[in-house]
């Protein structure tokens, strides 16, 4: 019981620690590849202490819950991802869970933000949901043929299943839906080229454009955590997570430097253009995936 | 730079933060921001000192006035200025803004910005090199940590006095005052002078 405790205030701490340096780390690369000497990779937590310090704005009640609503919905996807040994409520709900709570994210920003009156705001916010709509088919897709491979929707079930074999990424029918989260995987963080909802640019970045102080803060720490999920989750489910933390870790590192990689060389998309992709190549390789699943059934 | 000591981070991590997270609100005004792109892009990098350009005032900490100001661009400046959150930093560009450069006799922009808001520091020259704004940066930096950047304070303490300049220029405001312009008519003549 007590160290279930300690496990649910350990775990988001760790997925705050990743996230923020996962930001920083990413400025760095940007910069790295810009051929630029860049920020101290520590940037991020220098400007959440400044944002903090900062009077902030409010414009209504739900602007203020809205945000909160957001951060924590993040924060309790945290407790149902295992990771490496820590898992404290993985045992209930499991993937179904996240995938439910993975849309308390982009739902809370819209919430707030709509209180917001910011025509820019309003745009961000239907590009938001379209966004996460474009995603969610994939995802539900991919997420389908896992469970159905391993019979299991309990996500440590899966994981476990992993370290006895050997990563699904790797082996055959798993490796197609493996593909097409990679393919979704900046969709899903918001980066380029799905960076239509920020898009400074262009609506002045979207949701985030009234926020200032504390509630960019909130939503630069939000950021963090939706970032460290999306790639733990593909770690969990396709690159066999770990029994270990720290090299689970390095994992979720890795492939965001990947993503960043990406994320540095491509242009934006448009909306329609993003939908048009989500739904075609990576909800047609999702589905094949499925097929497949069920055609070379264990 | 003191960027990496720990200590001063733990006894005054608030000014620390306002020194080392300079987000400059992405307002051009004139010429003079044809400066800024070289600046925060490969050649001159301005990241790494922690000065980012941002789209939007409620996210910005920093201000570059950059070049003349025309009395329609002063009332986006204004507008600009009162939304981004305290503690705000202003820097005027140029020569242009500090007593009307060039434009010094021209009918339609205003010669010392000082009068309308607030200015922290000033970078001379017509133009002045990208190097200029980072030597503006490090003077900034001095001026927070002696919390002589006070700019900010010193509108909310005379914002009658700003606010009388305003309506000189621009008539009638669209807006409601942002503070108290309670107060007697001498004392603004003392203010003015």
């Given at each position: 019981?007590?160290?279930?405790?300690?496990?649910?205030?350990?775990?988001?701490?760790?997925?705050?620690?990743?996230?923020?340096?996962?930001?920083?780390?990413?400025?760095?690369?940007?910069?790295?590849?810009?051929?630029?000497?860049?920020?101290?990779?520590?940037?991020?937590?220098?400007?959440?202490?400044?944002?903090?310090?900062?009077?902030?704005?409010?414009?209504?009640?739900?602007?203020?819950?809205?945000?909160?609503?957001?951060?924590?919905?993040?924060?309790?996807?945290?407790?149902?991802?295992?990771?490496?040994?820590?898992?404290?409520?993985?045992?209930?709900?499991?993937?179904?869970?996240?995938?439910?709570?993975?849309?308390?994210?982009?739902?809370?920003?819209?919430?707030?933000?709509?209180?917001?009156?910011?025509?820019?705001?309003?745009?961000?916010?239907?590009?938001?949901?379209?966004?996460?709509?474009?995603?969610?088919?994939?995802?539900?897709?991919?997420?389908?043929?896992?469970?159905?491979?391993?019979?299991?929707?309990?996500?440590?079930?899966?994981?476990?299943?992993?370290?006895?074999?050997?990563?699904?990424?790797?082996?055959?029918?798993?490796?197609?839906?493996?593909?097409?989260?990679?393919?979704?995987?900046?969709?899903?963080?918001?980066?380029?080229?799905?960076?239509?909802?920020?898009?400074?640019?262009?609506?002045?970045?979207?949701?985030?454009?009234?926020?200032?102080?504390?509630?960019?803060?909130?939503?630069?720490?939000?950021?963090?955590?939706?970032?460290?999920?999306?790639?733990?989750?593909?770690?969990?489910?396709?690159?066999?997570?770990?029994?270990?933390?720290?090299?689970?870790?390095?994992?979720?590192?890795?492939?965001?430097?990947?993503?960043?990689?990406?994320?540095?060389?491509?242009?934006?998309?448009?909306?329609?253009?993003?939908?048009?992709?989500?739904?075609?190549?990576?909800?047609?390789?999702?589905?094949?995936?499925?097929?497949?699943?069920?055609?070379?059934?264990? | 730079?003191?960027?990496?000591?720990?200590?001063?981070?733990?006894?005054?991590?608030?000014?620390?933060?306002?020194?080392?997270?300079?987000?400059?609100?992405?307002?051009?005004?004139g010429?003079?921001?044809?400066?800024?792109?070289?600046?925060?892009?490969?050649?001159?990098?301005?990241?790494?000192?922690?000065?980012?350009?941002?789209?939007?005032?409620?996210?910005?900490?920093?201000?570059?006035?950059?070049g003349y100001v025309?009395?329609?661009?002063?009332?986006?400046?204004?507008?600009?200025?009162?939304?981004?959150?305290?503690?705000?930093?202003?820097?005027?560009?140029g020569s242009c803004p500090?007593?009307g450069g060039?434009y010094?006799?021209?009918?339609?922009t205003?010669?010392?910005?000082?009068?309308?808001?607030?200015?922290?520091?000033?970078?001379?020259?017509?133009?002045?090199?990208?190097?200029?704004?980072?030597?503006?940066?490090?003077?900034?930096?001095?001026?927070?940590?002696?919390?002589?950047?006070?700019?900010?304070?010193?509108?909310?303490?005379?914002?009658?006095?700003?606010?009388?300049?305003?309506?000189?220029?621009?008539?009638?405001?669209?807006?409601?005052?942002?503070?108290?312009?309670?107060?007697?008519?001498?004392?603004?003549?003392?203010?003015?002078?």
């Open positions: 019981m007590v160290m279930r405790i300690v496990e649910i205030v350990v775990s988001p701490i760790i997925a705050f620690v990743i996230g923020i340096f996962l930001l920083g780390l990413s400025r760095k690369i940007m910069a790295r590849i810009h051929w630029r000497y860049g920020p101290p990779i520590t940037q991020p937590v220098i400007d959440i202490i400044k944002l903090f310090n900062q009077t902030s704005m409010s414009h209504g009640r739900l602007f203020n819950l809205g945000i909160i609503l957001s951060l924590a919905g993040s924060m309790v996807v945290v407790l149902f991802l295992p990771i490496g040994k820590l898992h404290p409520l993985s045992g209930s709900g499991g993937l179904l869970v996240i995938l439910y709570l993975m849309l308390f994210g982009p739902l809370g920003i819209a919430l707030s933000g709509g209180e917001a009156a910011n025509p820019n705001t309003s745009i961000g916010i239907s590009r938001t949901l379209v966004l996460a709509l474009g995603y969610e088919l994939p995802l539900i897709l991919i997420l389908l043929a896992v469970m159905s491979h391993y019979r299991s929707i309990s996500i440590v079930e899966i994981v476990r299943a992993q370290q006895e074999t050997h990563w699904s990424l790797l082996s055959f029918p798993l490796v197609v839906p493996g593909i097409a989260y990679l393919l979704i995987l900046p969709a899903i963080l918001g980066e380029r080229p799905f960076e239509l909802i920020k898009a400074p640019q262009e609506i002045s970045s979207g949701p985030m454009v009234e926020y200032g102080g504390k509630y960019l803060a909130l939503a630069t720490i939000q950021h963090a955590f939706s970032s460290f999920i999306s790639i733990a989750l593909f770690v969990n489910l396709f690159l066999g997570g770990s029994s270990n933390p720290g090299f689970f870790i390095m994992k979720v590192i890795v492939v965001f430097v990947v993503e960043v990689l990406i994320n540095a060389v491509f242009p934006r998309l448009r909306i329609e253009q993003a939908i048009r992709y989500l739904w075609r190549w990576p909800a047609l390789i999702a589905f094949a995936g499925l097929i497949l699943v069920y055609i070379f059934k264990r | 730079m003191d960027r990496n000591k720990l200590v001063k981070w733990l006894k005054e991590p608030a000014k620390m933060g306002h020194k080392y997270s300079l987000h400059a609100v992405y307002f051009c005004t010429c003079g921001i044809i400066e800024v792109p070289p600046s925060i892009t490969a050649r001159w990098d301005a990241e790494r000192f922690g000065v980012i350009p941002v789209a939007t005032p409620r996210q910005a900490n920093l201000f570059l006035i950059t025309s009395v329609k661009t002063l009332k986006a400046i204004i507008r600009t200025y009162e939304q981004m959150p305290e503690p705000k930093f202003t820097v005027g560009f500090i007593n060039m010094w006799d021209s009918y339609n205003i010669k010392h910005l000082d009068k309308y808001i607030p200015v922290d520091g000033w970078i001379a020259g017509c133009m002045p090199r990208p190097e200029a704004i980072f030597v503006a940066v490090t003077h900034l930096w001095t001026l927070i940590d002696k919390e002589m950047a006070n700019g900010y304070k010193k509108y909310r303490a005379k914002y009658r006095y700003y606010r009388a300049n305003q309506e000189k220029v621009l008539g009638t405001l669209e807006w409601p005052p942002l503070f108290s312009i309670e107060g007697k008519d001498e004392e603004l003549v003392k203010e003015t002078a």
